[in-house]
């Protein structure tokens, strides 16, 4: 202020000095005051006592019975007391105490009465007094300084101080789904409360329907990534809007392309909300979620170990029995409801570095030859489930069992080991298939008789 003062002394003295004076150079006040207005600016953004305001310790009970035993006489109250009230929903709610505070300009023009008003408001979105506390703030005006940063968010985006407010908020968040919370934050509108919790709805629902449109891997990601950091990384986020993310952003994973698959199975295993679907430690964690969108998970995770058990551990040149062709038309079937890979040291150590030890499930196959490993997959099928142990070194029968038999004798698909010599048990395995001839077609054959049919391809 001193400085303005200044400035504008300076300008009166050059518009009064004579024409020939080194004092009568053309001042441009734009010019002149450019740094001034700069410095302002950073001022104006700077955090304000009153964005972090919280109420009063006060008893608010006794001063709410007060106010009905006083019928309404604000005058009872000391300025300490009445913006304890301000906080109150009943208060805030109470038509007549918010008239006494427009009423009144050394209330109306206090950031301090307003926040608690506000506070009440959002968090019982919304009141009766609801556009009496909007009308307030919209026409709020401080006589010395600027609005509190709250306040000036609040103006900022257009339809907050209204009955559409949840929309508003959600159509500002689109222009960057990363600020979405702290967007709210910024405005004091707490998460959890009433407003804050309609907002994320419309929020979510709004993120969900970009994804729907949305066809291209990498701008999927992209999309998947701004909302996680902005929305559903929160952990205090309501668990059905929780589950309604998992069902789309999980649901997508077959019409969108690898690099958003490899992203939704890295949150999918980070996030200690999910977890792997068909384990035994996490799959607890998809209650609630449909069958579908698990099936979905299950799928995602079976493509990308079996890519690895192929790519790493076989290699294109040492499959000349075209397996990997094969199996990958059958990991996204809808009747695989499990899988799992089990190798001996060597081959984990190679899995675990490619899929990376926090991402991946790979028992120890016991008592195997050098490098060797096996691929299990369990199917549902009209009569009963079957296990299909799929070894990744040629010259391998495919052994298959009835998965109750298996589960007895060999293990449950979930096991921290199995043994090599029962997953090639004959004597509990009820079939065994060699990979020899046109045997791609006669074991399709084969499981279509059980019901089993490839899914449509990623």
């Known amino acids: 202020m001193r400085q303005l003062m200044n400035e504008l002394a300076r300008l009166r003295a050059a518009r009064a000095t004579p024409i020939d004076s080194r004092l009568s150079t053309h001042l441009d006040p734009d010019t002149e005051?450019?740094?001034?207005?700069?410095?302002?600016?950073?001022?104006?953004?700077?955090?304000?006592?009153?964005?972090?305001?919280?109420?009063?310790?006060?008893?608010?009970?006794?001063?709410?019975?007060?106010?009905?035993?006083?019928?309404?006489?604000?005058t009872q109250f000391t300025r300490r007391e009445i913006r304890a009230v301000c906080w109150d929903p009943t208060m805030a709610g109470d038509k007549n105490f918010v008239a006494a505070i427009a009423s009144n300009p050394a209330?109306?023009?206090?950031?301090?009465?307003?926040?608690?008003?506000?506070?009440?408001?959002?968090?019982?979105?919304?009141?009766?007094t609801a556009n009496e506390i909007e009308n307030l703030i919209n026409s709020y005006k401080l006589l010395n300084g600027s609005p509190p940063r709250w306040i000036r968010k609040v103006w900022e985006t257009s339809g907050v101080l209204s009955k559409d407010a949840p929309a508003a908020l959600a159509s500002a968040a689109k222009a960057d789904?990363?600020?979405?919370?702290?967007?709210?934050?910024?405005?004091?509108?707490?998460?959890?409360?009433?407003?804050?919790?309609?907002?994320?709805?419309?929020?979510?629902?709004?993120?969900?329907?970009?994804?729907a449109r949305t066809r291209v891997a990498e701008e999927g990601v992209e999309l998947f990534d701004a909302g996680h950091e902005g929305l559903l990384s929160d952990r205090k986020l309501p668990t059905a809007l929780f589950m309604e993310c998992v069902e789309q952003f999980v649901g997508a994973v077959s019409r969108i392309g690898e690099p958003y698959r490899q992203r939704i199975a890295d949150w999918i295993v980070s996030d200690?909300?999910?977890?792997?679907?068909?384990?035994?430690?996490?799959?607890?964690?998809?209650?609630?979620?449909?069958?579908k969108t698990r099936q979905l998970a299950v799928q995602l995770f079976a493509a990308r170990d079996l890519g690895a058990f192929f790519q790493v551990l076989i290699g294109t040149r040492d499959d000349p029995q075209s397996r990997r062709r094969f199996w990958e038309r059958y990991v996204d079937s809808p009747q695989l409801i499990?899988?799992?890979?089990?190798?001996?040291?060597?081959?984990?150590?190679?899995?675990?570095?490619?899929?990376?030890?926090?991402?991946?499930?790979?028992?120890?196959?016991?008592?195997?030859?050098?490098?060797?490993?096996?691929?299990?997959?369990?199917?549902?099928?009209?009569e009963y489930d079957i296990v299909i142990a799929e070894m990744?070194?040629?010259?391998?029968?495919?052994?298959?069992?009835n998965t109750a038999a298996f589960e007895e004798h060999v293990g449950e698909l979930q096991d921290f080991q199995f043994t090599f010599r029962e997953l090639k048990s004959k004597s509990v395995s009820f079939d065994q298939k060699r990979h020899v001839g046109e045997w791609h077609g006669r074991f399709a054959v084969f499981l279509a008789y059980y019901g089993i049919y490839p899914g449509k391809s990623w």
């Open 33 to 74: 005051l450019e740094g001034f207005e700069r410095r302002m600016e950073v001022i104006r953004q700077r955090p304000s006592s009153s964005d972090f305001e919280k109420p009063p310790t006060i008893d608010l009970q006794e001063l709410v019975a007060r106010w009905h035993i006083g019928r309404g006489d604000i």
């Open 338 to 382: 499990n899988f799992a890979i089990a190798s001996d040291d060597n081959d984990r150590r190679k899995l675990l570095a490619s899929l990376g030890k926090d991402r991946a499930d790979v028992a120890r196959l016991r008592d195997a030859p050098t490098d060797h490993s096996a691929f299990l997959m369990q199917f549902r099928t009209r």
């Open 392 to 401: 990744s070194k040629e010259n391998n029968s495919m052994f298959i069992y």
């Open 272 to 291: 200690e909300r999910l977890g792997h679907p068909a384990r035994r430690r996490t799959r607890g964690n998809w209650a609630g979620i449909s069958e």
């Open 177 to 211: 789904w990363r600020a979405a919370r702290s967007r709210l934050e910024l405005m004091a509108i707490t998460a959890d409360g009433m407003l804050g919790t309609r907002a994320v709805e419309a929020m979510i629902a709004q993120w969900t329907e970009a994804l």
């Open 107 to 128: 209330f109306a023009t206090n950031a301090r009465f307003l926040r608690g008003l506000w506070f009440a408001h959002e968090r019982r979105w919304r009141l009766s």
